[in-house]
């Protein structure tokens, strides 16, 4: 959502912390679109990227940093790479999440 909204939706920070105290399970959930979806920004009325530009955050958010931009010293949600296609990105992530496994089935794809 967020390259499609111009930054008006950003992703947020999240995780599970158990405040209870006690045992408790967590399951995530993420849908996305076919791998071959180009991502192209939706046209947006003017108001909506007048409020981006007028947000410091929602104008300077980034994407999730790949392994190379992490190597280099960017980090967190600081890539400015705007993928074209959603596998791409997807495969970003993936190969962020799993090191290993990239490095053991797909050598020469983690960077």
Known sequence: LQ????NYFI???HRVVNK???ERY???FFY???LNTVLEP???AAGYINRVNASRRHRNEGLMASRSEMAAGIGGMGSRVQPVVFGEKYWQRWVRSYPEIARKFYPGSTG
């Open 42 to 44: 939706l046209p947006l």
């Open 11 to 13: 992703a947020t920070p």
């Open 32 to 34: 996305s679109p076919d």
């Open 26 to 28: 967590s399951s995530a």
């Open 20 to 22: 209870t105290g006690r």
């Open 3 to 6: 390259l499609v909204t111009h």
